[in-house]
């Protein structure tokens, strides 16, 4: 039984009795803490670059880089600055990280159903997938995808992936678009297909709520996404045009080059990271109640619908919170490319930048501020999708 505070002489209970005053005090004083410790910390930090002689500020960043990177998404060159090299850092971090948690998710949601296919052979390639994979650092394997795309063929004897694509140790050549203003109406196109879908999905929920009926969905979407686009690319005439290879010397010239390093990347974080999200999704099906799948069937749901319309939506109440993780660790993950020479945030800013400058204090705070800053963005937003797909009881 709960003792209460007794109350103070005049029947009034005492401000220090009560639990949410003392909270309030304790957590101010915490703060107050936490306040003095760091200024001190940043208070001797610049005493004692003084005092070496190293200057401090963030001043640098205007002044002219002098190197250059292996592989940027935006125009660069060594008379940038530090702040652009920055920039092409973040951009590429930003870039490997998003592909590879849509790769990742992908992989890792086929894999984690195969891991429960009552097809033996499929059941045993997807668990030894998942055993091995999850069971080798990823350094390493980051080490081996290198090593297996340096030993390609070289440039004059690079692999012909279909007429205009070409593989060799120094990357994938593709063709590159050239584009005409008009251009701008495709991605419109697909903006208005992906909303249109949101909407015709929401209408579907509450007309299959109200009359048992199921509205196609799927086809609608795809026909949306993908098929919208389409119809404008054809009415505007096909407003690009393709800038093919073509092998000059030892290398090619033209089109767009995806470096080894960057291949490399992300195939290791996206298979690394695909092995644990196979094992979430493996035991999110298997937390849903076997007595669900039985009832679909009786309603006459194929195995298919059983499984995205029933099976999924339940699951993901328990996949979407450890999924959450995962994507951190293959946003954080992909500061493992400094190893392989790939230009993202921490090979930029805190590589060649701090050796060049020798402002170690902002340069690592730099990287440290822009991995807190994704990944609290990555869990505000899982967070939000994770509410927004809870149950609720009425």
Known sequence: MAVEAAPAPGGRQSVWGDPR??????QGLF?????????FIIQN???????????????????????DVGWSLIPYSSRDTHARAFLVGLLNTLFVSGLGIVLATVMGFVVGVLRLSPNWL??????????????????????????????LPAARQSLDLGGN?????????????????????????????????????????????????IFPTLPWGIGLI?????????????????????????????????????????????????????????????????GQTEAAHALGLTQGRTLRLVVIPQALRVIVPPLTSQYLNLTKNSSLGVAIGYPEVVATISGTTLNQTGQAVECVALAMAVYLTISLLISAFMNWYNQHIALVER
């Open 21 to 26: 005053f003392r909270g309030l005090i304790f």
């Open 31 to 39: 703060l107050v803490a936490v306040v003095v410790i760091l200024s």
């Open 45 to 67: 930090t610049a005493q004692n670059l003084a005092d070496a002689g190293i200057a401090s500020g963030f001043g640098f960043l205007s002044q002219t880089a002098g190197y």
């Open 122 to 151: 499929v059941n045993r390639v997807a668990y030894w997938f998942v055993e091995i994979v999850r069971n080798v650092p990823l350094l390493l394997q980051i080490f081996f995808w290198y090593a297996l795309f340096l030993a």
């Open 165 to 213: 694509m070409f593989l060799s140790n120094r990357g994938l050549r593709v063709p590159a678009p050239v584009v005409e203003p008009v251009f701008w109406a495709i991605p419109a196109a697909f903006v208005i297909g992906i909303v249109a879908t949101v909407l015709i999905r929401r209408w579907a929920r509450r007309r299959q709520a109200a009359t048992g009926q």
């Open 226 to 290: 993908v098929g919208l686009p389409v119809v404008v690319a054809l009415l505007t005439g096909l407003p690009w045009t393709w800038e093919v290879p073509v092998l000059r010397g030892f290398n090619y010239a033209g089109g767009v080059n995806i470096g080894p390093e960057l291949v490399a990347l992300l195939t290791a974080l996206s298979v690394y990271t695909a092995a644990f999200i196979a094992e979430n999704v493996r035991g999110g099906i298997l937390s849903v109640s076997h």
